[in-house]
């Protein structure tokens, strides 16, 4: 409910204004307690001093197991607390194992308190110490990386690379978790965004574009997977039999022209990704706007190449066309979040009402 209020001026030259009895009442506002002001542009943020501490959160595990227990120690840990007590009148062995992989899986994290019916996990990071523009720089850095190793992988038969590709896409969800975790902590309260040097907005911005970086690198998973699937390796997960592992290595997998053909068409996608990225990044907004321009329209480019790489497939057996074809379709899809990054960068350097 919107309430309003007259500025009066008291002493002469002091601006005074009232504050909601509601509003104070249920956040132990009353005569003699500080709060702070937070100016943004042309609002100004009100908030009561708060002490100094850890936020603690306290969370019922009950009976979840396996992924499910996995998301809601990351939901608390993304919604910024720094003590986490998972309970249950008796904690299992496996849901122990699960919050320790957890636990090893998110930045910062430790276990410190572990009883028959409580495991408390502590960050051991400083929230205000952590640079957002840091951590999507790293993300962008992997997952760049990983896209055009997963090609690589693919074009040269090298299973080893494929594998490593699989790996770091863990570093790539860690580093989202810890955007994730400070663009809600500014959410919260603008004291974060003080803290860190950046407006809610930017880190809204960083955030938006953490996701698109994020689905990039699970894309050059997929292409790893695939390439594990199409070269018969052991580790790849069963296709049931309907591609079956080439006899003469890759190059019984892939028509020369094909490879040569999707490699340009990787180079064109990651210098889409880059180019948006440099036009996130981009301080000035002409120069911002001319990257995230350049960026958008070679998009388009990239689609178009796609289509007829899709055509050269035409002339492989189906099982094996059908795989190629998902390898196109996820280099593609890069380009395509490369552009929804340059609109991001768009909407970042436009002036602002």
């Known amino acids: 409910m919107v309430e309003t209020r007259k500025v009066q001026v008291t002493g002469g030259s002091t601006y005074t204004v009232s504050i909601p009895k509601e509003w104070a009442t249920d956040n132990g506002v009353s005569a003699g307690t500080e709060v702070e002001f937070y100016p943004e542009g042309d609002s100004l ?14 969370l019922d595990i009950g009976e979840l197991e396996g992924d499910q227990l996995t998301r809601a120690v990351m939901t608390m840990y993304v919604s910024g607390f720094d003590i986490i007590a998972l309970e249950s009148p ?5 849901q122990r194992r699960t919050i320790r992989d957890s636990v090893q899986s998110l930045v910062g994290l430790e276990v410190l308190e572990e009883t028959r019916d409580r495991v408390v996990i502590r960050d051991l990071l400083d929230s205000s110490e952590l640079s957002i523009h840091n951590a999507v720089t790293r993300m962008r850095l992997i997952a760049v990386s990983m896209l055009e190793d997963a090609v690589d992988a693919l074009t040269t038969g ?8 699989i790996q770091r896409d863990d570093d790539v969800d860690r580093l989202y978790m810890v955007v994730s975790r400070i ?5 919260r309260t603008p004291k974060a965004a003080e803290d860190i040097g950046l407006s809610r907005e930017v880190c809204f911005d960083y955030h938006s574009s953490a996701r698109q970086l994020e689905r990039v690198a699970d894309h050059a998973t997929k292409i790893a997977h695939l390439t594990l699937e199409l070269l018969g390796s052991e580790a790849a997960d069963a296709v049931g039999g309907e591609v079956p592992a080439p006899e003469n290595g890759v190059d019984e997998v892939l028509p020369a022209e094909f490879k040569e ?30 990257l995230a321009n350049e960026a958008r ?3 388009l480019g990239v ?25 196109v379709d996820s280099v593609s899809r890069s380009a395509d979040y490369g552009g929804n990054i ?9 002036p602002t009402p």
Do not use: W, Y
Not at 45 to 58: A, K, Q, Y
Not at 303 to 327: F, M, S, T
């Open 45 to 58: 943020f009100l908030t009561p001093v708060s002490e100094e501490g850890r936020t603690e959160g306290t």
């Open 342 to 350: 340059a609109e991001t960068a768009l909407q970042k350097a436009a």
């Open 261 to 290: 053909a999707l490699q340009t068409l990787d180079e064109d996608a990651r210098e889409v990704v880059d180019r948006a990225m440099e036009a996130l990044f981009a301080d000035d907004s002409v120069e911002a706007t001319e």
């Open 303 to 327: 689609d178009q190449r796609a289509r007829e790489i899709d055509e050269l497939l035409r002339e492989l057996d189906p099982a094996r066309a059908q795989l190629l074809g998902l390898i």
């Open 90 to 94: 008796r904690i299992t062995n496996d």
């Open 158 to 165: 090298d299973e080893d690379m494929a594998m490593d590709v």
């Open 297 to 299: 329209g070679a998009v």
């Open 183 to 187: 663009f809600r902590s500014t959410l």
